[in-house]
């Protein structure tokens, strides 16, 4: 059972949605700047696109042994498979987040909370969809406060290319502002496409 | 920075300036991020056409004066066997990252395993000893490759790292401690003239000074059996004496090469062994064995080779039962008999890689050895 | 062992200087013509002047790969075909050694042929000094990848059945800067081309056709080692700056030496520094007139 200090999130999607690097910039932001412990371990196929791809971060006050994310609490899906994949290992009481377009969801689940946003579309719309990631790392920052949004802010501008720093910044601030919204019910979430 | 990453950053500290290698998952980040630091500090980065290539070029490198080290995975390290043995036949300080994948053969490359131990042990043709360590975080990435190319300089040989794919995969938090920190050990050179010189002759510690390539000693320098001027010495004699040394240089010095981390080994009745991320989960179910009332302890192996005979067997012989836990179908398990001598019973948790030890498996095996009546 | 009295009363050698006069005499047998391309080898590096410490040769395995044990440089008697990756390494930890490599055809085009054509590409600054006899001597006169369609070996009873490397046309193929091919008793031209070889930047080839009377002459009723030089001596064309996949060898017709190819082309260094060291402010300091960019 992992410890209660230890807090497990699974980063799914396929290969070339940044979903390595969102992890990555996740466990930074934990270790550099809000100086914790965090592991970001990665499963991927033999594809360099297109496969399922998925980090798992946990970050700790204490030093982590074991770097697999088994149970995670929080759920992140950026593609219908990983979504049907890994949708039976979110614990019970957690987070489920997933991209309002790519994630044709069933019902929502009393069993957890769950929230969703188009980050692919809101990335396209800033110039493109590569930035994704960024958009829902800021989406996550709002909704579930793992680390301080100003330490996510920091890990994401220092692992992106410096040419592209203000997009990318923008691409945080959508995701962040629109999970803000939501919790403050100022916008409604879209229903999405419900799947029977 | 994930663990390949620490892997390079380790070998710059270290003062590597050469790096010969070829692609392969889980390894490749190790050379890209050589080809990317390396031309900023004046050192070279070459991608040769395969690891037999990569194999040789870091030996004559090592030879021209300058650190260098190479990385791979499974089916690399099968083709750079032949020049590890050229590296140990003609003592060459070189460094060999092995991110070790499931196999045999291709195996699945992007999967973790530990089967390459005994191959890094045993692979090339000959009788020989050999120094091999194995992290089990980017922090240890770090700090091992420093001092595999610390014992590689002063040893003189090819020094082995053996990770896996979840350490070179997974990112933490690696702390750099600023230059002068960093112990750095260089090859011994000769003081004597170029007429008195014997490249061979080795000095009390069983290590003979080095003279690199353009020094003016006109070295000569072979794979054949040599004598202490280096040259061929076709003979049984010749054999006995150069390998005499080339092991007694590594069994004699045992004491300063092994190192290992132990947990709770005064009070334990069973003992896990593990090393690499294997350790990691073990020590994960030692100290959930502790806190059900299991007196269990672990050693971490943090060099494989030599094996720490002496420690394992003083263990052994106060302890109810020792536990292997790799990700391989037995392997350290068999040095772990061959030490403990009888002394416990010996068991073995472990599959056959895909996928890392899970800490329960080990706490159960924990929890069954020691509810065994001795 | 009688041989070190023996060589004491020999009188001396004028390439001394240049040899490891203690390890004589060498294993190469009675009549090999290894012997004639070793001291072409070092009547060529003397003739270079160069200090003999920034000169390094590396062989790799069989009955030329020795010719490293009997040299006064810093020398390197590698694995079988792996003389040129090593050489690589050796050449790029220490750009200002002059590299030669001195080897046979089965080492160098057989087990380290992927080898050759990697470091011709990469236009490696060095030289390579192929001793081509046809067959894997030291071995006891096996096939080669240079051995004659119909030739006889230990392996080809009957004949060979495998149509042979042009092993000059190879290497210009790859990418060497120069590239030539002699008899081993065209002593002077071929002195003359390995000097030549030596003192040019990049890539340089030289192959020569030398005879190996206790194996391939003999299982090829070629006669007498000295019957063998003059035999490849006499199928002999030269005819230099032809183009290489013409210059043949074939021993029942002719034999075209000469040199092939010496052209100029940036070495692996001199694109490493452009590529690599560019924006490195001591690499603009050195280079105060190259323009950013390519």
């Known amino acids: 059972m992992p410890d209660k200090r230890e807090r497990h999130i699974l980063i799914t999607g396929f290969g070339g949605q940044g979903i390595v690097m969102a992890g990555d910039i996740l466990g930074k932001a934990a270790t550099l700047y809000d100086h914790k412990h965090a592991t970001m371990t990665q499963n991927y196929g033999p594809e360099a696109r297109g496969g399922a791809c998925s980090s798992q971060v946990i970050i700790s006050s204490e030093e982590i042994l074991f770097p697999c994310v088994e149970e995670p609490e929080i759920l992140v899906c950026m593609s219908q498979e990983a979504y049907t994949k890994n949708i039976k290992s979110l614990k019970t009481e957690g987070t489920l987040i997933w991209d309002t377009d790519l994630v044709h969801t069933r019902k929502t689940d009393a069993a957890f909370k769950s929230f969703n946003i188009p980050a692919t579309r809101f990335a396209e719309q800033l110039g493109t969809k590569m930035m994704a990631n960024i958009v829902m790392l800021g989406f996550l920052s709002a909704v579930e406060p793992l680390v301080h949004a100003e330490a996510l802010k920091k890990a994401v501008l220092e692992s992106v290319p410096p040419s592209t720093r203000d997009n990318n910044l923008r691409a945080f601030t959508t995701g962040r502002e629109y999970g803000h919204s939501i919790l403050k019910g100022l916008v409604k979430p879209e229903p999405g496409k419900h799947q029977e | ?374 | 062992m009688t041989t070190a009295k023996a060589v004491k009363n020999v009188p001396p050698h004028p390439m001394d200087g240049l040899l490891r006069t203690e390890r004589i005499p060498h294993i190469w047998c009675p009549g090999c013509g290894i012997g004639t391309v070793f001291s072409a080898v070092l009547a060529a590096i003397k003739n270079t002047g160069w200090d003999p410490n920034t000169i390094a040769m590396v062989s790799g395995i069989g009955c030329t790969g020795r010719m490293a044990g009997y040299i006064r440089l810093d020398s390197f008697h590698t694995t079988h075909g792996r003389a040129l990756p090593f050489a690589t390494g050796l050449k790029l930890a220490k750009p200002d050694t002059k590299v030669i490599i001195v080897s046979g055809d089965g080492d160098l085009f057989a087990i380290g042929g992927n080898h050759f054509i990697h470091a011709a590409r990469r236009n490696m600054d060095m030289t390579v000094v192929c001793v081509n006899n046809f067959n894997y001597g030291m071995t006891g006169g096996q096939q080669a990848p240079s051995t004659p369609l119909g030739a006889k070996t230990t392996t080809t009873v009957n004949g060979s059945p495998e149509e042979p490397f042009n092993l000059c046309d190879l290497a210009a193929t790859c990418g060497a800067t120069y590239v030539a091919r002699w008899t081993a008793m065209q002593v002077r031209s071929l002195r003359s081309s390995i000097s030549e070889a030596l003192e040019k930047r990049g890539f340089s080839f030289v192959e020569v056709i030398t005879p190996c009377p206790s194996s391939f002459g003999r299982r090829n009723r070629m006669g007498t080692a000295l019957e063998m030089m003059k035999f490849y001596q006499g199928r002999s064309v030269i005819r230099s700056d032809i183009d290489p996949s013409e210059a043949v060898v074939d021993i029942d017709r002719e034999i075209v030496v000469g040199k092939f190819v010496d052209i100029e082309r940036p070495t692996f260094m001199d694109h490493y520094e452009k590529v690599n060291r560019l924006n490195l402010p001591q690499w603009r300091a050195m280079h105060p007139d190259h323009q950013k960019g390519r």
């Open chain 2, 1 to 374: 920075m994930n663990g390949d990453e620490a892997c390079c950053e380790g070998a710059l500290a270290a003062g590597c300036r050469f790096f010969a290698g070829y692609p392969i998952t889980p390894a490749t980040e190790v050379a890209e991020s050589m080809s990317r630091r390396l031309p900023e500090i004046g050192g070279i980065y070459i991608q040769m056409e395969d690891e037999i290539a990569s194999m040789a070029a870091i030996l004559g490198a090592s030879w021209g004066g300058v650190k260098s080290m190479t990385s791979t995975s499974g089916p690399g390290f099968s083709l750079m066997m032949e020049n590890i043995g050229l590296g140990i036949c003609t003592e060459t300080p070189c460094v060999v990252c092995n991110v070790q994948r499931a196999g045999p053969s291709t195996g699945l490359p992007t999967l973790v395993a530990q089967g390459d131990m005994m191959q890094a042990r045993w692979g090339s043709h000959g009788h020989y000893e050999i120094i091999a360590l194995s992290p089990s975080s980017p922090q240890e990435m770090f700090d091992f490759t420093i001092r595999a190319f610390n014992l590689s300089e002063y040893y003189r040989l090819p020094v082995i790292i053996l990770a896996d794919e979840t350490i070179g995969h997974m990112n933490e938090r690696v702390i750099i401690p600023q230059e002068e920190d960093i112990e750095i050990v260089n090859r011994r050179k000769p003081t004597v003239s170029r007429e008195d010189y014997l490249p061979y002759e080795a000095d009390a510690d069983g290590i003979a000074p080095m003279a690199n390539c353009g020094d003016g000693y006109r070295i000569h320098v072979t794979g054949l059996t040599h004598d202490d001027r280096g040259y061929p010495a076709m003979d049984a004699k010749a054999q006995e004496k150069m390998i005499t040394r080339l092991v007694d240089k590594i069994r004699k010095n045992r004491d300063k090469i092994i190192r290992t981390q132990n947990l709770y080994l005064d009070d334990a009745d069973v003992v896990v062994v593990s090393y690499g991320i294997s350790a990691r989960s073990a020590m994960q179910a030692v100290r959930d064995a502790r806190k059900d009332g299991i007196k269990a302890g672990l050693i971490k192996l943090d060099t494989i080779w030599p094996f720490p005979e002496e420690l394992i067997r003083s263990v052994a012989s106060r302890s109810k039962a020792m536990i292997m836990a790799e990700i391989n179908g037995g392997q350290m398990v068999l040095e772990l008999e061959r030490s403990a001598f009888g002394a416990c019973p010996v068991s073995l948790v472990s599959n056959f890689g895909g996928r890392i030890l899970h800490p329960g498996l080990i706490l159960n095996a924990v929890a069954k050895a020691a509810k065994e009546k001795t």
